[in-house]
């Protein structure tokens, strides 16, 4: 937690989900009451199929949606790419950019997650920047450093009209069913507020920080509990709307 930060419970589905079946969708939104949702916003990133149908199951509920990667330009000749505006067009309001997978599947680098996140927040939306270690360079004692080359070099200087939600995934906790110790975490949240307040002033106090690696309603009361922990990003636990409101309900 930060004071004054309204904290961010957001699901990344990642390559899962079908039109044909919104349920766990549908019961999230429909679960999410108002007394939830005045503590924390609740943000589903979807796949790129399922984004129109879920803007319109959504749109009229205090559940965002999200992409979970988009092109730097807005549009033109770039085939196979989806820009800011197609994504907003959907009724989707944030953009997860330089997830761990996206680094490693189709090599992003961080000067290609920055142009991204710069496209998303000049539109006026969220970019949720994902920065994280490998165990290798956890191993190294590099956490720091890696967290640091990450944040300079693919955070932009400037929300622009957007905001910027920095998410926290070690690499080696994705997935797997471990998690950082929380003097870990809670060392790598502290360091990544310093940075972002030598770098933006008294906005950096202001940006929301996530947890994100293995999150799930047994762990979530602790991690969320944590100092400059503003929040998660959830992959397998998001799927499923009794976890996932299991860990929202962490903020009851
Ligand atoms: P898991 O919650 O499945 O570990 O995934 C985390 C993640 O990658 C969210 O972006």
Request: overall charge negative; aromatic content about 4%.
């Amino acid at each position: 937690m930060t004071p004054g930060i309204k904290p961010l419970v957001a699901g990344n589905w990642k390559m899962n989900g079908l039109n044909s079946a919104m349920d766990e969708l549908e019961v999230m939104r429909d679960q999410f009451k108002p007394g939830l949702s005045a503590k924390i916003d609740m943000l589903i990133c979807l796949p790129f199929t399922m984004l129109a149908k879920a803007g319109e199951l959504t749109s009229r509920s205090a559940v965002k949606i999200g992409a979970q990667n988009c092109h730097k330009e807005i549009k033109g000749a770039h085939t196979g790419d989806i820009s800011i505006e197609m994504i907003a067009d959907c009724g989707a309001e944030a953009v997860i950019v330089g997830h761990s997978e996206r680094r490693t599947d189709h090599g992003e680098s961080n000067a290609q997650i920055c142009e991204k996140a710069q496209s998303v927040l000049h539109w006026g939306h969220m970019a949720v920047i994902c920065i994280g270690e490998s165990d290798e360079q956890r191993k190294q004692g590099a956490t720091l450093d890696v967290l640091k080359k990450q944040m300079t070099e693919s955070v932009p200087g400037s929300a622009d009209n957007g905001e910027i939600v920095i998410a926290y995934e070690p690499i080696w906790a994705i997935g797997t069913g471990l998690t950082p110790t929380v003097s870990d975490v809670e060392e790598a949240h502290q360091f990544m507020r310093s940075y972002l307040i030598e770098r933006f002033g008294e906005a950096g106090n202001a940006i929301r920080l996530l947890y994100g690696g293995s999150v799930k309603p047994s762990n979530a009361a602790e991690l969320m509990g944590i100092n400059n922990v503003d929040g998660a990003l959830i992959g397998g636990a998001s799927l499923k709307a009794d976890d996932f409101l299991g860990i929202c309900a962490t903020y009851q």
